[in-house]
């Protein structure tokens, strides 16, 4: 899709930077690839999963705009809420500096993964996600609920493809093509649904740690699945020396809401707020409070860092930060949400991080945050309280 403007989309709101790109050859071999079945789609048709920034998407709804002569109604379902607002911004940007695409902000919606999503879709764009737990569930969901002659154009970098993932698309679709690979990127082809039966979907999936008493339940695309990574369950170890007198608490990046829920449990007049901006996420925690008996105490949302919450609103914030950005090793997402939670934080409020030791965080968060203090440290993780300035 030559004619597209590529070269003006940003990943803005997502962490910016110049070995971070909003556009890969992956994005252009999935159009290349879909482009018989973008000629002769129709209104509703066309489903996009997990675009990055917006490019399939927006380039796509660009073509069927023209090719419909209105608007194309372009489904489009992405875990990460900072990729939602990547593709909205881009679309308003072309919108306002592209006279032929002023339309485009009208060309596409949101929506949740499940049965709108994909009723009557005869064509689905996928960037292919690593986890092969998050192809899973999207693969038979689509199975389940598109159309029976549906395509889906499934690519991605070489470097992040398996073979693993082959066997989990032909679990879910009769017939499964690998193309050649171009600029180290690859698009499988899978088409013949199976369907499975109403109500069969085996998602949330959920296990009981019987050492923590806790019940943790998963969807595919949520970090760690149904096991407690090793640095929540170091952090977990220093829950009764947070804050006592604490009557608000946020736990940031929840996932899938171990922390959150671990504190409730043990604290039971604390008011809690597990805050994630993978919806995966934010549904595998709402699951994980259920499990555990403490939904009517913890509030479950999806949010970009702490967008919705005022300053200086909370007394205790937990935090385990990622850092990788994509594939990239990048300290900017736990930056982000150091400065989120120094806003969000009392004056003498804490914050407490857990964070692979040789990242070095502690400097940064004296800087951002307050007087910083390791309060725990084993071979691989540090643990630090910050106290809000």
Avoid at 126 to 147: C, H, K, N, V, Y
Avoid at 224 to 253: C, H, N, Q, S, W
Avoid at 368 to 373: L, N
Wanted: glycine fraction near 8%; hydrophobic fraction near 45%.
């Amino acid at each position: 899709m030559p004619d597209f403007p590529f070269e003006r989309l940003r990943r803005w709101p997502d962490v910016e930077a110049t070995n971070l790109f909003a556009v890969d050859a992956s994005d252009r071999l999935i159009l290349d690839a879909a482009a018989a079945g973008l000629a002769t789609a129709g209104a509703g048709e066309v489903v996009v999963l997990e675009d990055h920034y917006g490019a399939v998407t927006l380039a796509a709804a660009a073509q069927l705009t023209t090719q419909l002569g209105g608007q194309p109604d372009v489904r489009v379902y992405q875990d990460a809420l900072s990729g939602e607002h990547a593709l909205d911004h881009n679309a308003a940007e072309l919108a306002r500096t592209v006279p032929e695409l002023t339309g485009l902000t009208g060309a596409y919606r949101h929506v949740p993964l499940g049965a709108e999503l994909f009723s009557g879709a005869r064509l689905v764009l996928l960037q292919l996600p690593r986890s092969l737990a998050a192809l899973d569930e999207l693969a038979g969901t689509i199975a389940r609920f598109a159309a029976g002659d549906v395509t889906v154009v499934a690519g991605g970098r070489i470097k992040h493809m398996t073979v693993a993932m082959n066997e989990v698309l032909r679990r879910h679709f009769g017939e499964l093509n690998v193309t050649p690979a171009r600029q180290k990127s690859r698009v499988l082809l899978a088409t013949q649904p199976i369907r499975s039966e109403p109500g069969e979907s085996e998602w949330p999936r959920s296990v009981v740690h019987a050492d923590l008493g806790l019940t943790v339940c998963a969807h595919g695309a949520a970090f760690a699945g149904t096991t407690i990574d090793i640095g929540t369950r170091y952090l977990l170890e220093f829950l009764d020396r947070m804050k006592p007198d604490a009557v608000t608490a946020i736990d940031l990046g929840c996932g899938t809401g171990v922390l959150a829920a671990a504190l409730a449990q043990r604290r039971p007049g604390l008011q809690l707020v597990a805050s994630d901006q993978s919806a995966a996420a934010v549904a595998s925690a709402a699951a994980t409070m259920a499990a555990n008996g403490v939904a009517e105490r913890v509030r479950v949302l999806r949010d970009d860092a702490l967008s919705a919450q005022p300053d200086a609103s909370a007394e205790l914030i937990l935090l385990n930060p990622p850092f990788h950005i994509g594939s990239s090793v990048h300290a900017g997402i736990a930056l982000k949400l150091f400065e989120d939670a120094a806003r969000v934080l009392r004056p003498g409020g804490e914050l407490w991080t857990v964070w692979n030791t040789h990242l070095g965080y502690r400097p940064a968060l004296t800087r951002i945050v307050g007087p910083t203090h390791q309060v725990g440290r084993n071979t691989k993780f540090t643990v630090t309280v910050s106290t809000r300035r």
